[in-house]
């Protein structure tokens, strides 16, 4: 039984940083999948923000937040983590984990993925 489990959602003032977790377990190994993070703004469309390949350590992010966001892994704890900084109001959503094992070249779309975590709040103000 595959879970995903993301952690370190918050409510922060703009200009502040935050860093979430998304903790996984059940799979196969942990080696060789993509984890993407993906948020939901209010009122708005699930959309890709980042992107981690567990075996390689390569890493890609959509052009929103790049240069604001890590994303970063520890494969002894099979734990990816998102690195935010300068966090801005628009960057307010729901923020998702996603894992499947394939090898990810960009930050893939939605339907890539087979396993998600329940999300975790982010709220800038």
């Known amino acids: 039984h595959v879970q995903l489990v993301e952690s370190g959602g918050a409510s922060v003032q703009a200009g502040d940083s935050l860093t979430l977790s998304c903790a996984a377990s059940?799979?196969?190994?942990?080696?060789?999948?993509?984890t993407g993070w993906f948020r939901r703004p209010p009122g708005k469309n699930l959309e890709g923000v980042a992107a981690i390949n567990t075996g390689s350590g390569t890493t890609t992010y959509t052009d929103s937040i790049k240069g604001r966001f890590t994303v970063s892994q520890d494969n002894a704890k099979k734990t990816v983590y998102l690195q935010m900084k300068s966090l801005k109001a628009e960057d307010t959503a729901s923020y998702y984990c996603?894992?499947?094992?394939?090898?990810?070249?960009?930050?893939?779309?939605?339907?890539?993925?087979?396993?998600w975590g329940q999300g975790t709040q982010v709220t800038v103000s």
């Open positions: 059940g799979l196969h190994d942990h080696i060789g999948y993509c």
């Open positions: 996603a894992a499947d094992q394939f090898y990810c070249t960009g930050v893939p779309p939605i339907g890539r993925f087979a396993y």
